[in-house]
């Protein structure tokens, strides 16, 4: 199984501040097959980012992700009010799917 | 627009079962697979399992294998997560999510259901 790590657990930032989170896996991921997705407190978790670096359908050009092998990178480039919340990444390369622990963006 | 409505929210007693719903809309069901993913209060996503309504193909994460079942009826666009015995520790909100056509990354997701054990 591949085991995802999220750091910082929370990254406490002012609107306008670049925010940079790191997703690290316990093995490659084949193919970048790694996607973002942001939750907001009550609500569904939004896909933003797939196939490590494209952006999905709506999503804003300030939010970014790089990364390949095991070293996987969102950035959000001027934070907005809006993009306080909680960003996991999730792998799926290989079964079983797994998510990270999560990086909670706050104010 | 594709859209995913799950049932309500349900409080249930330890050993009872349960079976909560997912309705897709705005696209055809059959031919996409469908997600269940479970959040426990204050923790992070897991994924559980995950069924192709066109012919019930249906996969589970091992963690998850025996505890529930997933179904879907084609006919109805609704998707299953069943539990024959409810435990204190099933307590949490479950997503159903549509997965993307040729990859496991979801799409879109249902509003969730909290289920309270």
């Known amino acids: 199984e591949i085991v995802l790590t999220q750091s910082p657990g929370t990254l406490s930032l002012s609107p306008g501040e670049r925010a940079t989170l790191s997703c690290r896996a316990s093995?490659?991921?084949?193919?970048?097959?790694l996607a973002w997705y942001q939750q907001k407190p009550g609500q569904a978790p939004r896909l933003l980012i797939y196939?490590?670096?494209s952006r999905a359908t709506g999503i804003p050009d300030r939010f970014s992700g790089s990364g390949s092998g095991t070293d996987f990178t969102l950035t959000i480039s001027r934070l907005e009010p809006e993009d306080f919340a909680v960003y996991y990444c999730?792998?799926?390369?290989?079964?079983?799917?797994?998510f990270g622990g999560g990086t909670k963006v706050e104010i | 627009e594709v859209q995913l409505v799950q049932s309500g929210a349900e409080v249930k007693k330890p050993g009872e079962s349960l079976k909560i719903s997912c309705k897709g809309s705005g696209y055809i069901f059959a031919n996409y697979w469908i997600a269940w993913v479970r959040q426990m209060p204050g923790k992070g996503l897991e994924w559980m399992g995950i069924i192709y309504p066109g012919d019930s193909d249906t996969r589970y994460t091992p963690s998850f294998q025996g505890q529930i079942t997933i179904s879907a009826d084609k006919s109805t666009s609704t998707a299953y997560l069943l539990w024959s015995s409810l435990k204190a520790s099933d307590t949490a909100t479950y997503y159903c999510a549509r997965r993307a056509e040729g990859a496991e990354y979801l799409q879109q997701w249902g509003q969730g259901t909290l289920v309270s054990v």
């Open positions: 196939g490590a670096s």
């Open positions: 999730q792998q799926y390369s290989s079964s079983p799917l797994t």
């Open positions: 093995q490659s991921v084949g193919s970048n097959y």
